[in-house]
C-alpha cells in the first residue's frame, strides 16, 4: 500500500491534471492539433515481421554516400534472440524500479567477470523520478519464460548522478534521459558517457546534453547544451554512437540523439539528429548552444523559436498514432549490412485524446459556453493523454543511407520511411500495459555491442517493478 501511494502521489503531481475552478482549461495540447479520434487508413498499417523495398533515396535508386559501409539492410529475421536477463536489487540510493531510460554498452566494463562470451558492461539509468546512472555487469542470457530460470547482473558501479548536479529531475515533470558511451577518436581524447535529459514540459533553449566521465563516483560532468535551433522536443531523450564510416559521412558527427514525444509537439514520428559537441568547445560551456549538429528525421517543420514542431499528416511516418513512444535506439551494423534502429511502444488502432477507458475530451471542450468537458474518470483512468485501443511493444527499421541524404540536404526529413517492423511482444515477459502500476510502455532503451553484435533491450516492469533485458544477436 505504501508503495502504490508513492506512485499515486507522484504521478498525481507529475502527470498533466486539469482542474474545474471557475472554467476548464486544457493540458498537453499542440497549439495545431486536431480534434476528435484518429484512425489509421490501410496504407498507413505498420509493417509486421517484414521487410519492404528500399524507400525513395535509398541506394537501390542512387550512389552510397562516400566514405560508407555498404547500404545492404539489416532484415528483422537477421536478428536472433538469446534470452533475457534480471537487473540487480538497488544501490547507491536508487534501484532499477520503473527504469528504462538510457542503456548503452561499455566494451572495457568489468574485466574480471565471467568468460561466457559476453564481456564488458551496461551503463543505464535506473529509477525514472531519480534517473541516476549504475554500471553492472552482462550475464548470459537464458531462454526460459521463467523469471527464476534467468541469471541475475551484479553492481559494478553504485547508481550516482551522472550530472554531478547539473541536472535535478526531482525539479521537473516526468524526467526523461538518454545515456551513450563513445570512445576516445579525435578531438575527444578520453572515453566519454555522453547524456541528454529532458521533460514533459519545456521551453524553447531548454539546456540538456552534456557528458562526463566513466568513474560515476567523480563523473566530471559538462554541459548542460541546447542543439541550437532545434525545441527540446526533438532531441533530448534516446541517445547513441554513429559507428564509423557512416559518422565520416557526416563529416565526424558521431553521436545521434532525438525524441518522439506523445502527441505532434515533435512532429509526427520520431526525430533524429547527428551531433558532435567538441566541434563547439573542448568541453563547449555550460549552456552553449551547440552548432555542429545535422537533422536526420524530422517529422515536419521547426520554425524559429517555436516549441512545437509544424507538421501535417503528409509529414507523418507511416502508422502514426499521437500516443506512440519510441524510448530507444541504435545504429546497428553487421559486417557490410546496416540498420537505424527505434525501439518503442506502438499504437494500435484506434487513437483518441482523453482518457485510457475511451472517453474523448475535445480539445476545445473548455473554450465553449457552457464548457462541454467530460467527467473525469475515476481512477487508474483519471490520466489524460494520448490513448490508444491496444499497444505492441516494436523494432523499426531505417535505411542509415536515408538519414545521411536528409544531413547533406539531398532528401525531405520527413521523406525517410522504416522499411521493416519486427513486433517483440512475443518476447516480452508481460506484453501489457498496466494503468493500476502506471506501465504506459513496454519496452524502454537499447545498447549495441558492435564487436558481437549483441542488442540489449529493455522490458519495463516486468520483473514485479524492475525491468528485464533482453538480448538479441544481430548475424555477422
Not at 31 to 59: I, K
Not at 106 to 119: E, L, T
Not at 267 to 296: C, E, H, I, M, T
Not at 407 to 415: L, P, T, V
Request: proline content about 9%; overall charge negative; hydrophobic content about 40%.
Amino acid at each position: 500500500m505504501i508503495h502504490q501511494t508513492k506512485f499515486w502521489v507522484r504521478t498525481m503531481l507529475l502527470v498533466c491534471v486539469c482542474v474545474v475552478i471557475a472554467g476548464l482549461s486544457a493540458c498537453n495540447l499542440p497549439a495545431s492539433a486536431a480534434a476528435g479520434p484518429q484512425q489509421a487508413t490501410p496504407a498507413q498499417a505498420p509493417l509486421q515481421e517484414q521487410s519492404a523495398p528500399p524507400a525513395s533515396g535509398s541506394p537501390a535508386e542512387a550512389e552510397p554516400p562516400p566514405q560508407a559501409v555498404s547500404a545492404d539492410l539489416i532484415q528483422p529475421e537477421d536478428l536472433e534472440y538469446l534470452g533475457a536477463f534480471r537487473l540487480p536489487e538497488g544501490s547507491g540510493g536508487s534501484n532499477w524500479e520503473y527504469s528504462g531510460h538510457g542503456l548503452t554498452y561499455y566494451p572495457q566494463g568489468d574485466p574480471n567477470g565471467a568468460d561466457d562470451g559476453f564481456p564488458g558492461s551496461l551503463f543505464g539509468f535506473g529509477h525514472d523520478q531519480h534517473l541516476l546512472v549504475s554500471e553492472i555487469s552482462i550475464p548470459a542470457p537464458v531462454l526460459s519464460k521463467n523469471l527464476d530460470d534467468l541469471n541475475t547482473a551484479e553492481t559494478l558501479q553504485p547508481f550516482q548522478d551522472i550530472s554531478g548536479g547539473l541536472f535535478d529531475p526531482q525539479s521537473v515533470d516526468i524526467p526523461r534521459g538518454g545515456l551513450a558511451y563513445l570512445p576516445p577518436a579525435g578531438e575527444q581524447d578520453s572515453p566519454r558517457l555522453h547524456f541528454a535529459f529532458g521533460w514533459h514540459f519545456q521551453e524553447f533553449g531548454d539546456a540538456s546534453h552534456g557528458w562526463s566521465a566513466l568513474d560515476l563516483a567523480n563523473p566530471q560532468a559538462a554541459g548542460l547544451w541546447v542543439f541550437d535551433g532545434y525545441t527540446p522536443y526533438v532531441t533530448n531523450d534516446y541517445l547513441f554512437e554513429i559507428p564509423d564510416p557512416w559518422a565520416a559521412a557526416l563529416d565526424g558527427y558521431r553521436l545521434a540523439s532525438g525524441r518522439a514525444r506523445e502527441g505532434p509537439w515533435s512532429g509526427r514520428g520520431p526525430a533524429l539528429f547527428a551531433y558532435a559537441p567538441w566541434q563547439d568547445g573542448n568541453p563547449p560551456a555550460g549552456g552553449a548552444s551547440l552548432a555542429a549538429v545535422k537533422p536526420l528525421l524530422l517529422y515536419g517543420v521547426q520554425e524559429p523559436g517555436n516549441v512545437e514542431i509544424v507538421s501535417d499528416e503528409s509529414q507523418a511516418v507511416n502508422g502514426y498514432g499521437d500516443s506512440d513512444h519510441w524510448w530507444g535506439g541504435a545504429w546497428l551494423t553487421a559486417g557490410e549490412k546496416a540498420a537505424v534502429v527505434f525501439v518503442g511502444t506502438k499504437a494500435m488502432g484506434e487513437s483518441w485524446y482523453g482518457f485510457a477507458n475511451g472517453v474523448v475530451w475535445p480539445y476545445d471542450c473548455a473554450e465553449q459556453d457552457p464548457p462541454t468537458c467530460p467527467e473525469v474518470p475515476e481512477w487508474p483512468y483519471d490520466n489524460r493523454g494520448y490513448w490508444a485501443e491496444g499497444y505492441q511493444a516494436q523494432i523499426i527499421f531505417y535505411n542509415p543511407a536515408d538519414l545521411v541524404a536528409v544531413a547533406r540536404g539531398e532528401m525531405e526529413s520527413w521523406k525517410p520511411q522504416p522499411y521493416a517492423t519486427l513486433v517483440l511482444d512475443d518476447y516480452l515477459f508481460d506484453p501489457n500495459i498496466h494503468l493500476e502500476d502506471y506501465k504506459r510502455d513496454l519496452v524502454g532503451a537499447a545498447a549495441f555491442d558492435r564487436e558481437r553484435g549483441y542488442l540489449y533491450v529493455v522490458e519495463r516492469l516486468a520483473d514485479e517493478y524492475k525491468s528485464v533485458i533482453h538480448v538479441f544477436r544481430v548475424r555477422p
